[in-house]
């Protein structure tokens, strides 16, 4: 029941158009993880970062969600298409920084992991 009612929270709709893809920088592309942790709960994001933003939700079976990365000063911002954005700063080999979504505001610190194949591939 807990673990439906953080992926409720985190599933929070942001309004928006759908984002364009944009290739990754070099120094991020990869996938990567990390966990918002929503009241008591540690729920992982997945972020691809490559030719092709994409991002997996698996705690609400959301795969492949588009998305969008720029870089600017430093930072980088990977924007989901209502599914939140990230914004931060590589450092030690980590992306560490802020997850938004509708009034959710987390840290969020993402590490590089090893490729998987997603469901229904």
């Given at each position: 029941?807990?673990?439906?009612?953080?992926?409720?929270?985190l599933?929070?709709?942001?309004?928006?158009?759908?984002?364009?893809?944009?290739?990754?920088?070099?120094?991020?592309?990869?996938?990567?993880?990390?966990?918002?942790?929503?009241?008591?709960?540690?729920?992982?994001?997945?972020?691809?970062?490559?030719?092709?933003?994409?991002?997996?939700?698996?705690?609400e079976a959301?795969?492949?969600?588009?998305?969008?990365?720029?870089q600017?000063?430093?930072?980088?911002?990977?924007?989901?298409?209502?599914?939140?954005?990230?914004?931060?700063?590589?450092?030690?080999?980590?992306?560490?920084?802020?997850?938004?979504?509708?009034?959710?505001?987390?840290?969020?610190?993402?590490?590089?992991?090893?490729?998987?194949?997603?469901?229904?591939?």
């Amino acid at each position: 029941m807990r673990s439906m009612m953080a992926a409720g929270v985190l599933a929070l709709a942001m309004a928006g158009s759908a984002a364009a893809q944009t290739a990754a920088p070099a120094e991020v592309a990869g996938d990567w993880q990390g966990y918002v942790k929503v009241r008591d709960q540690s729920l992982p994001l997945v972020f691809h970062l490559g030719s092709e933003v994409t991002g997996d939700s698996p705690a609400e079976a959301r795969y492949g969600i588009k998305g969008q990365v720029q870089q600017a000063d430093g930072k980088y911002k990977v924007s989901l298409t209502s599914a939140g954005d990230f914004e931060g700063v590589l450092k030690n080999g980590k992306l560490e920084g802020t997850y938004t979504r509708g009034s959710l505001v987390v840290p969020l610190v993402l590490e590089r992991k090893a490729a998987e194949e997603k469901p229904g591939n």
